[in-house]
């Protein structure tokens, strides 16, 4: 609250709130669409312009499991809190990721032909 208050001056509380919530919540999504897209990257291996539905799954797999063990960790943190909802941000930012990836692959592949 100090950093803001020092970039804009005083603050509304409910406004900050709301600013802290959608920073939190837009971190959720940025980090686990990108660990959907590595993890994907990462199982499809060296092969490149196809899509497997394996992959996919793997990838929302992984992503899922890392949200489930860190929200799991937070419950014994006493200055973090623990939810499912955020569990079911994580799952939905890892889906989306890999719709692009799936989206950009058959946009690659019909253009090929």
Known sequence: MRIWKWLVGSVDLRLFHRVHFLVRKSAHVTEYAIH??????????PVQGIW?????LLAIAAALAVALADEWHQAFVPSRTSSGWDVLLDLSAALLAQAVIWAALRKRAVSTF
């Open 36 to 45: 959907s897209a590595l993890c994907f990257r990462a199982v499809r291996g």
């Open 52 to 56: 497997n539905a394996r992959w996919m």
